[in-house]
């Protein structure tokens, strides 16, 4: 990978170049402030794969840069990662907002960079795989007219919304900020129910204007609240609030109303097609970084639960043995895939299985 790495202090500047380009053999390019920085990236040869980016910087701090940077399309989804010694909730949630992909805390484990810019790195490739599909014979099939979620989520970030994170950015701000510890929050998901149907029955273009719309109403509502929210793909957004109660869905969709008001009447009409459900706030244990990730897939659980719930009225009866069998064969790949990792770990661990489990009882 070819990185721009930004910082003021050289000795750390030095230290990341001697690390990444021996162990990983990246292309390393060095810059001591924002505005070299700048002046690197707006040439028109600049060409990167990943951004470092400290945040206390003289002149034009890491954020301000971050914000810069995502404004030129050449870069508006190259990964940035904020190395820095400020851990204050503030800097997480304005580095995040302004639209970094990751966050570091100085100081830290080098190893756990390299593993960050792999992950990058490798999502980067399925990112831009080409979208073609080929049929039986080998030959390349026509591409469909309605926008995959990965193009769709593209669009989306392309709006500028206030709030509104990339995914894998959005799965780092919440684990950072479980490891933080600081304070308590939770995470919540939002389905649009009709969200098949309307890619049936809308254009494309109609379609991605009330996505589009329904997120601004989503954005406009989240104001004051302390909030971050993410399109997760298949009309799913997450919502990470600072702060627990049973009444968070009740603010939010008072908030979602009073925010229709606030947005343009093309755009009003657009989000009136969108239904939506909301599923049950997950609370997120601080200091258990892993109980993000958790929480976040317990979210989506619980609004596909309720979405299901919703439209089960709208269910002729002889489809719900189908719908039945569906979540039963779910439950059965489940099963399989528990066993065959308990076949390997029974080919690697002699000691399996425990003593315990071949003891018969008195």
Avoid at 320 to 341: I, P, T, V
Wanted: glycine content about 4%.
């Amino acid at each position: 990978m070819k990185i721009l790495t930004v910082d003021d202090d050289d000795s750390f500047v030095e230290l990341i170049e001697r690390s990444l380009t021996v162990s990983d053999n990246h292309e390393i390019v060095t810059a001591q402030s924002g505005i070299e920085a700048m002046n690197i990236l707006t040439h028109e040869d600049a060409a990167f794969d990943c951004l470092l980016f400290d945040i206390q910087m003289p002149e034009l701090d890491g954020i301000t840069l971050c914000r810069n940077v995502r404004n030129t399309p050449r870069f508006s989804a190259t990964p940035i990662i904020m190395l820095t010694a400020m851990s204050q909730k503030h800097y997480l949630d304005n580095a995040f907002a302004a639209g970094a992909s990751d966050y570091l805390n100085k100081p830290f484990d080098f190893q756990e960079l390299r593993e960050k810019l792999r992950t990058w790195q490798r999502t980067d490739l399925a990112f831009h795989k080409p979208d073609i599909h080929f049929d039986g014979y080998q030959r390349v099939e026509a591409r469909s007219v309605k926008a995959s979620d990965a193009e769709l989520a593209r669009q989306l970030e392309k709006q500028d919304l206030p709030r509104l994170v990339e995914y894998l950015a959005f799965e780092n701000f919440c684990v950072k900020r479980a490891q933080s510890g600081r304070r308590r929050f939770c995470v919540s998901a939002l389905k649009i129910s009709n969200f098949e149907q309307l890619q049936d029955n809308l254009t494309a273009d109609q379609f991605a204007e009330s996505l589009f719309a329904f997120a601004k109403v989503l954005s406009a509502s989240l104001k004051g609240m302390d909030a971050m929210f993410s399109y997760r793909g298949r009309g799913i957004f997450l919502v990470a609030y600072s702060a627990a109660n049973a009444l968070l869905n009740v603010k939010l969709q008072a908030a979602m109303r009073r925010a229709v008001g606030q947005v343009k009447p093309r755009e009003a009409i657009a989000q009136s097609r969108i239904r939506y459900v909301l599923g049950t706030p997950v609370k997120v244990n601080p200091r258990l970084s892993s109980d993000a990730l958790f929480a976040l897939h317990a979210a989506v659980k619980s609004v596909e639960s309720k979405n299901i719930e919703h439209s089960l009225d709208n269910v002729p009866t002889k489809h719900l043995g189908s719908l039945y069998l569906k979540d039963e064969l779910s439950h059965l790949e489940a099963r399989g895939y528990r066993a065959l990792f308990n076949d390997e770990i029974r080919d690697r661990d002699v000691s399996w299985p425990p003593r315990k489990m071949l003891t018969r009882k008195a």
